[in-house]
Structures are given as C-alpha cells and as structure tokens.
C-alpha cells in the first residue's frame, strides 16, 4: 500500500516535471506543481515550439481533474529569484517530499553565447540553493525529503576501467612523503563538460554541506539521457500529452533521430557517433521519482546518489537502429561539442533496481510507439531547427557566432559586438 504524501514539484511543467506530477498524482500524492513557465519562454525565444501540441499549464490541469478526479495544485513562482515567496510556501505547505526540476537542463543552450552561460549559472545554482535553504530556515530538515533530478554527465564522459559508482568512490590517501596513508569515501570527482553540467556539480557540494551542517535529508538522482515522451497518464487525453523537443538546443539524441527520420531527414550523428551514453525511458524516470520517495534517506545518513539509468549505447549505433528500422540515411557531421570522439562507459545502476525499479530497455516496440507520436504530428516540425548550432568553442571568423539572445526575451546585443 502506497503512504499518500504531500510532494512539492519544482518545475513540474516541464519534460520529466509534467509526467511526473501525473504519474505521483495517480498514485495517491497530494501533489503541488512549482513553476515559472520559462521554458515555455524559451520556445519562443528559440523560435520553435514541441513538436507535440502542449496545452497552457491551467487547461493541464484541468483535464487531468477531469479524467482522474484528483487535483493537482499550482503555484507560479520563480525559485531562483523569489526566495521569500519560496519559503512561506513552504512554511505554509508543508511539504513531506520535494522534486527538484526547477534547473534549465539542456547542455547545448548553457552554451548558446555567454548570456546563456550566464542565465544557467545564476538559474541553477541559485534554484538549488535556495530551496536547501528555506528548508532550513522553515523548520524542514527531518520533516522533508528533497529528491533531485541530477544528470550523468556529472561523471563525465572519459572512457574508464572501472564502472562509474553511484555517487561516491573510495581512495586512498597519500602523505606528502609516501610513507603513510588512509582509505576514505568521496564525491566521485566531476568532470563537467558544459556549463550545464557544471552547474550540477556544484549542486553536489550544496547538497554535501546542507546534509552534513544541517541534516537534510537528500536524494541526488544522476539521470541518463531520456527518450520516449509518453507515459499512461499523459496518454490518456490529448490535452495531457508531453512535451517532444526535436531542436538542436533541448532535443534529446534517440527522440531526435525518431522525429528526422519519420519528417525524411537525415539522421544526424555529431562527429563519428563513437560517443557512449546512458540512456532511461521517461516511464522510468517516473518511477524513479516514485522509488526515490517512497525510500527516503534515514535521519543522519549521507546524500543517497542513485545512477537512475537503465543502459548505455553508442550513438551511431542507435542511428544505425533507427536507420534498420525506417531506411532514414545518417548523416555524420561536424560535433559541436568539445569531447572525445570515442569513449567506452560502464554504469553501476543497481540501486534503483534495488528498490523495485523493472527496467525499461531499447525495444523496436517501443520505438514504434515514439515513432508514430513523431508521424503525428509532424506537420508541426520545423526543418531548420533540427541542426545543432550551439557550439562549445568560437567559430572562426569565415563561420560567425550567431546573434547573442536574451535567454528569456528577445534578442540583444552582446558586450562583445561593441567591440
């Protein structure tokens, strides 16, 4: 039997956010979204818009009453900005679980230009801690349960000898001279590759300081890549259906090939594909969630880290999947990003198992299920925004930056345009 709790969604509007609400509310929760619509925003910013028809936050809502008859409350609020407002919700509410998503997650858009850069370091870290630090203040710290959605990249992406551990490894510590040495446990040393996932990092150490001064109570989940876009809440009424972000700034690379192949375009592979990554299907992902409440760290115990991935594979042999399976050609271009072009990767990912989690793996199945969602509504897609223009180093003067951006407005001018 499921012990009903009061779960606070931080940006639960959003890809795994929006699901997740659903998925916690048809389990019993009493869930409450947090969120301040900018990724809406940034759609109109980008000039594109999901490629799956997403209703307004309030009309969500409203469906999901309709079809379920449980109601999911909401309130509009930026944590990163809006601290007072932050911690008298959280005083007044009282939440028994909180789920962190309230970060702008995408790799490629932290890197658009240096506002960009900028935006995400101050979202991000900002979000973070504020929420760690108006639980404290309102009295939270054994009431409470913080749950946050992290990302494998944290780890990096250099081929190991080892499989990457859930969150901690052991070492051994030398004395300047090499005579004498002690064994410890540390954070697993990071290794960000954009200002995305360094911003993740630093959510680590946030974590590590407000478990050990003051008792939180943290889950840290290190996400794979997602893929899929559906679960059985979001398809049960058009109105409740999930985002489908096929752009090169939030698209992510299994989706991404699904919708070029089903709109006849190449399916493009950066730099030779020889890139491993883990991957996890959006049906997991809210389990995870689920698994991760239902299991809170006990009083005193360290940040639980939880690697919530089911599996890993090689870029161009997922391209040489969909390829199998539509005929789609693919398309090798230049990558960029700054990495390594091949890498191997090995993920520990029992513990979630442990809890309960039945993984979801790469099925033609169930790729038929996200390819006929891209058929759909492929009416919908805008050609020109498929290629991934973000790159990670300036491009030479025969090939210009593009215009900076405001990363939630309208376009701006750059410092370095005056020049």
Request: negative net charge; glycine residues 8%.
């Amino acid at each position: 039997m499921i012990l009903s709790k009061r779960v606070l969604i931080l940006g639960g509007d959003g890809f795994c956010g929006w699901p997740t609400s659903l998925h916690l509310s048809a389990q019993g929760h009493e869930v409450h979204i947090v969120d301040n619509l900018v990724r809406r925003r940034q759609d109109e910013e980008l000039g594109v818009q999901s490629l799956t028809p997403i209703r307004p936050l309030s009309e969500r809502l409203k469906a999901w009453q309709e079809h379920s008859g449980r109601e999911i409350a909401f309130t509009a609020l930026d944590i990163a900005h809006d601290y007072g407002q932050l911690r008298d919700l959280l005083a007044q509410w009282r939440p028994e679980a909180i789920v962190h998503f309230a970060e702008q997650r995408s790799a490629p858009y932290s890197m658009k230009s240096p506002r960009h850069k900028l935006y995400t370091v101050d979202n991000n870290l900002n979000a973070t801690h504020n929420v760690l630090c108006a639980m404290v203040e309102v009295g939270l710290e054994t009431d409470c349960h913080l749950v946050h959605l992290g990302t494998m990249g944290v780890y990096g992406y250099k081929t190991s000898r080892f499989k990457l551990p859930e969150g901690y490894q052991k070492i051994r510590l030398l004395s300047p001279d090499g005579n004498d040495s002690v064994e410890t446990e540390i954070l697993y040393p990071p290794d960000p590759g954009s200002i995305y996932h360094m911003t993740k990092t630093q959510d680590q150490l946030f974590f590590y300081y407000y478990n050990k001064n003051d008792g939180l109570r943290i889950t840290d989940l290190h996400q794979g890549i997602v893929w899929g876009t559906e679960t059985p809440e979001t398809c049960c009424d058009e109105r409740l259906i999930n985002r489908f972000d096929y752009d090169g700034d939030f698209g992510t690379v299994l989706n991404r090939f699904v919708m070029q192949a089903a709109v006849g375009h190449p399916l493009t592979v950066h730099g030779t594909g020889g890139q491993t990554r883990a991957f996890i299907h959006i049906r997991d992902t809210v389990r995870c969630i689920e698994l991760a409440i239902a299991h809170p760290p006990a009083p005193g115990e360290r940040v639980r880290v939880f690697n919530q991935t089911t599996e890993t594979h090689r870029i161009r042999d997922l391209a040489r999947l969909i390829h199998e399976l539509t005929g789609a050609p693919i398309d090798f271009v230049d990558n960029p990003r700054k990495e390594q072009d091949e890498n191997e990767l090995k993920v520990e990912n029992q513990g979630l198992q442990n809890l309960g989690l039945a993984p979801i793996t790469l099925s033609a199945g169930l790729l038929a299920e996200v390819s006929e969602v891209a058929a759909r509504y492929r009416h919908r897609c805008d050609l020109t925004k498929i290629p991934a223009r973000s790159r990670w180093r300036p491009q030479t003067a025969s090939c210009p930056p593009e215009r900076d951006s405001d990363p939630v407005g309208a376009p701006v001018h750059s410092e370095r345009q005056h020049d």
